[in-house]
DNA sequence: TAGACGTAGA
DNA sequence: TCTACGTCTA
C-alpha cells in the first residue's frame, strides 16, 4: 500500500555505501535512508525520546558548509520558502527536538546532501555524523532559527563530490 | 534524467486498457496517461493552439458526477485546497482554455479518476471522454469557475468500480 | 488535519 | 519563476 515499509533506525542501512547516489526523494524512503518526502530531518522515538535518524540538506535553507567533515544545519519550521505563512521562531520541537536528543546521546546521524553536476542531479549518502553542538540565532528573515553542528564521523570513505 | 520521456498524444495510449490502475501520479506520466504529477489538466500544442490531452479527477475540486458516462468537471485555478493565496475567478488560460478547444475542435480526453476501496486507493483509467459543453459559474468560495460537461464516448468497455 | 529542504512543466 | 486535483508522517 506504501512505497516505504522498513523500519526506523539510526546508523548505517544494509546495502547502503557513502558515496550512493539517489535520483529522487522517494528513493531515499525505499531504500530505508530517510522516510520523509519532503521533511528535512527524519526520527523515531526510542525509549520515550525522539532521535534523530537522518537528515536531507537540500539547499532550501540557509545552510553553511565549511569543510568536508563539518556542516551547519539549520532546523526546521518558519521559513517562507518551504511552507506557507509568514516566518516565525522555530521551535525546539519535532525535528528539531529529535536532533538536540542525538546530540545529548551521542547518537549518529544519516546525512544525505543534494548534488548538482553537468545537468545531473539528485542526492547522495554523505555517511554519519554526531550532532556535535547546536545554538540558536536570528535567521534570514529576523526570526530565531537553530543551528546544528554536525561532524562527520572519521574512518568513513573519502568523499570527493562537485557539489555546487 | 526524468522519469517522463513519452510524446504527448491524445486519444487512447497503446498498452493501456480502460480500468488499468494506478497506485501514484508518476505512474500515469510514466506509461504517458498524464505527465504532470500534480496538475489535473495536461494539454499539448496543436497547429498553434492548446489541446487538452488528459484530466485526472481526485476530488480536491468540487466536481458534480451524475452517471457512468457523464461527469463535470471544474476548471483549474483559484482553489486554496490546492494553492496558497485567496481564492479568484478563474481565467480561460492553460488547461481551462485547453478544455474549450477541445470541445471546438471534438478531440477526446482522457480520463483519470482516483479511487478508495477497502484501504487500497489509487488512480483508474475510465477511457475517452468527449467535452459536451461548458459554462461559468459561482463557485464555493463565491469566485467564478468554469465547469466542464464531459461525456464518455460509447462502445468502451463498461466500467463497474466502487469509487465512493 | 496540518506540516514538510518535492517535482515537473509552462 | 511560479503553478499544480501529490503524498507521506506525526
Same mark, same amino acid.
Given at each position: 500500500d506504501k512505497w516505504v515499509n522498513t523500519t526506523k533506525q539510526t546508523g548505517d542501512i544494509p546495502g547502503v555505501k557513502v558515496?550512493?547516489?539517489?535520483?529522487y526523494r522517494p528513493e531515499l524512503a525505499i531504500v530505508g535512508l530517510h522516510s520523509h518526502?519532503?521533511?528535512g530531518i527524519d526520527y523515531m522515538t526510542e525509549d520515550g525520546e525522539m532521535i534523530a535518524t537522518s537528515i536531507v540538506e537540500s539547499g532550501r535553507y540557509a545552510n553553511e558548509t565549511e569543510s568536508p567533515v563539518v556542516m551547519i544545519y539549520? +532546523? /526546521?519550521?518558519?521559513?517562507?520558502k518551504v511552507s506557507k505563512g509568514e516566518?516565525?521562531?522555530?521551535?525546539?520541537?519535532?525535528?528539531?527536538?529529535?536532533?538536540?536528543?542525538?546530540?545529548?546521546t551521542?547518537?549518529?546521524?544519516?546525512?544525505i546532501r543534494s548534488y548538482k553536476f553537468r545537468e545531473e542531479s539528485g542526492y547522495v549518502y554523505h555517511g554519519l555524523y554526531i550532532v556535535d553542538n547546536f545554538w540558536r540565532k536570528r535567521g534570514d528573515y529576523g526570526?530565531?532559527?537553530f543551528k546544528f553542528l554536525l561532524?562527520?564521523?572519521? +574512518? /568513513?570513505?573519502?568523499?570527493?563530490l562537485c557539489n555546487s
Open positions: 558515496g550512493d547516489k539517489f535520483r518526502f519532503q521533511c539549520t +532546523g /526546521q519550521g518558519g521559513n517562507p516566518p516565525i521562531d522555530q521551535k525546539p520541537e519535532r525535528g528539531n527536538r529529535a536532533l538536540m536528543n542525538s546530540k545529548a551521542g547518537t549518529p546521524v544519516r546525512v526570526k530565531f532559527v561532524r562527520r564521523i572519521s +574512518g /568513513q570513505p573519502k568523499l570527493t
